[in-house]
């Protein structure tokens, strides 16, 4: 079974930085599209960014120009880099496959953005 495991988040306040993690256990990264979600209280799950095998990546409206997603294929782990942090970023940070069936979920990483 895959387990996903998500760190990093943390409280910081408007404009700050913020890198996460995301250690995959049990499968190979470099053979799945992976993304970076994130869900703010009473809301859907939402994707923020994703990355392709090949390395092409995308991102979600909100997350252009701010966050960067990457990937250490030898340590099987996902990152997110997350700068000029705003309050509406606020909500707990999953990373997943982005795929049609996606794994079992992490337990997530929270951030909040706050002064």
């Known amino acids: 079974q895959v387990r996903l495991v998500e760190s990093g988040g943390g409280l910081v306040p408007p404009g700050g930085s913020l890198r996460l993690s995301c250690v995959v256990s049990?499968?190979?990264?470099?053979?799945?599209?992976m993304g970076w979600f994130r869900q703010a209280p009473g809301k859907q799950r939402d994707l923020v960014a994703r990355?392709?095998?090949?390395?092409?990546?995308n991102y979600a409206d909100a997350a252009k120009g701010r966050f960067t997603i990457s990937r250490d294929n030898p340590k099987n782990t996902v990152y997110l880099e997350m700068n000029s942090l705003k309050p509406e970023d606020t909500a707990v940070y999953y990373c997943n496959r982005y795929e049609a069936t996606p794994w079992a979920w992490g337990q997530g990483t929270q951030v909040t953005v706050s002064s």
């Open positions: 049990n499968s190979i990264i470099s053979m799945h599209a």
């Open positions: 990355m392709s095998p090949n390395g092409s990546r």
